[in-house]
């Protein structure tokens, strides 16, 4: 089973920038894709931006292309996602999720990943 830990949330100002982290332990490392997902008071749990390891394929919600980006460091076992222009709408937990099954060509559904971690608080505010 992986583990995964989230790190990097806090209070930025708007128009900031905040790097999460996502590391990931256990093995095997056999992980197909890992997300990021966030979920904001009384609003479902979203997709925010995927990876998929076979061929590094993106995904990113509407909301967040062009100022958000996920990246890995295989070395570290470390997928990252890169916020900036932050907006008042971005505040949520961000969690990161492994899909350990199978590869997929649909990112963003949730179910399709089974590990989970314990999410980071991300606060946009002035």
């Known amino acids: 089973q992986v583990q995964l830990v989230e790190s990097g949330g806090g209070l930025v100002q708007p128009g900031g920038s905040l790097r999460l982290s996502c590391a990931a332990s256990?093995?095997?490392?056999?992980?197909?894709?890992i997300g990021w997902f966030r979920q904001a008071p009384g609003k479902e749990r979203e997709a925010v931006s995927c990876?998929?390891?076979?061929?590094?394929?993106?995904y990113y919600a509407d909301s967040v292309k062009g100022r958000f980006t996920i990246s890995r460091d295989n070395a570290k076992n470390t997928v990252y996602l890169q916020m900036n222009s932050l907006k008042p709408e971005d505040p949520a937990v961000y969690y990161c999720?492994?899909?350990?099954?199978?590869?997929?060509?649909?990112?963003?559904?949730?179910?399709?990943?089974?590990?989970w971690g314990q999410g980071t608080q991300v606060t946009v505010s002035s």
């Open positions: 999720a492994a899909n350990t099954q199978y590869y997929s060509d649909y990112l963003f559904l949730q179910y399709e990943y089974d590990d």
């Open positions: 990876i998929r390891t076979s061929d590094s394929l993106t």
């Open positions: 256990g093995f095997p490392l056999d992980y197909k894709a």
